[in-house]
């Protein structure tokens, strides 16, 4: 299975403001994840934003996928952004806290929570 990516846009509490919302299905391995860099990168655009990146439907993650996402997290907060995951698997959730990487993510268990916690908290300065 490859890994499919929706893109949609989710308006932020401040008009000007945009959380742009991605959402993974299927599986994100070494065999697809540089079209996943691609694509995901092209989501993200040029434009600073903060993301969320909703892992509902994401059935299988390797380190691979791992890296990429470190990469747009990297990219994201680069921008003076922020980023989170949403609704990780169990395995993947595991992962995350085993590695630290849950706090980094701001790994939240819904999507409305993700964009609840990026909506309430005080803007980052870009």
């Known amino acids: 299975?490859?890994?499919?990516?929706?893109?949609?846009?989710?308006?932020?509490?401040?008009a000007p403001e945009v959380i742009l919302l991605v959402a993974l299905a299927g599986e994100l391995d070494y065999t697809n994840a540089e079209r996943f860099r691609h694509d995901l990168h092209e989501a993200v655009g040029s434009e600073p934003r903060d993301l969320v990146i909703d892992?509902?439907?994401l059935t299988f993650c390797d380190s691979t996928g791992i890296q990429v996402l470190l990469g747009v997290r990297r990219l994201v907060q680069a921008r003076g952004r922020r980023i989170a995951l949403?609704?990780?698997?169990?395995?993947?959730?595991?992962l995350f806290h085993l590695t630290g990487l849950a706090e980094a993510f701001g790994v939240q268990p819904s999507v409305a929570l993700a964009v609840e916690a990026m909506t309430s908290q005080t803007p980052l300065e870009t």
């Open 1 to 14: 299975m490859t890994t499919v990516v929706h893109v949609t846009v989710v308006p932020g509490d401040d």
């Open 55 to 57: 892992l509902t439907e």
């Open 86 to 94: 949403a609704n990780p698997h169990q395995r993947l959730k595991r």
